[in-house]
């Protein structure tokens, strides 16, 4: 099973467990992620269902290609980072 791992940084602010799923698609797996836990989805997507723009995710060690439909396939043993930018100066 594909496996999302939420970033400290984002865990901070709201309970993020990492989470197993059969999902094929990062935007499938994404909503079962936000079925357990319906806060997370403020954090990580926008008003209109896309990343927010300081949430980057990586899966199996490449940046996701499309940041509003979020289609990027997933591996059975896929590694799925979620983590919230730091900015600052």
Do not use: H, K
Not at 3 to 23: E, H, I, N
């Amino acid at each position: 099973m594909a496996r999302l791992v939420f970033t400290q940084q984002l865990a901070r602010f709201v309970a993020a467990p990492q989470f197993d799923t059969g999902a094929v698609q990062l935007r499938t797996a994404l909503e079962e992620a936000f079925d357990n836990n319906p806060l997370l989805r403020g954090y990580v997507l926008d008003d209109q269902g896309g990343l927010r723009e300081n949430v980057v995710i990586f899966i199996d060690g490449r940046r996701c290609t499309d940041r509003r439909r979020l289609d990027d396939p997933l591996q059975p043993a896929s590694m799925v980072y979620v983590l919230q930018a730091l900015s600052g100066g």
